[in-house]
């Protein structure tokens, strides 16, 4: 059974940073694309970073400067680096991640960590 799980969240001011992180575990043979999303109340789940097998990262335009993704194949963990954080950051967190699960299938499937709460208020 995959598992992905989250870590870092947690109550920090205005301007502070934080650090999430994600590691998969389980029957793997192979790793695509991996990001974290985040789901703030009343609202729908958005893409904050998302970062290739090859390790190219895309940002959405309201985390660019502020937050770096980072992977580690070897370990099948990502990071999330949240500097500068904005009460609008507020939300629960969830790792993703496209993964092969089967020996004898090429075929990829998505996965999802079960959210770490971020919360930034004064």
């Known amino acids: 059974q995959v598992q992905l799980v989250e870590s870092g969240g947690g109550l920090v001011q205005p301007g502070g940073s934080l650090r999430l992180s994600c590691v998969a575990s389980?029957?793997?043979?192979?790793?695509?694309?991996m990001g974290w999303y985040r789901q703030a109340p009343g609202k729908q789940r958005e893409l904050v970073a998302i970062i290739s097998s090859g390790g190219v990262p895309n940002y959405a335009d309201s985390v660019k400067d502020r937050f770096t993704i980072s992977r580690d194949n070897a370990k099948i963990m990502i990071a999330l680096q949240m500097n500068s954080l904005k009460p609008e950051d507020t939300a629960v967190y969830y790792c993703s991640a496209t993964l092969r699960t089967m020996r004898n299938s090429g075929s990829y499937y998505p996965y999802w960590g079960q959210g770490t709460q971020v919360t930034v208020s004064s």
């Open positions: 389980g029957s793997i043979f192979g790793i695509g694309a």
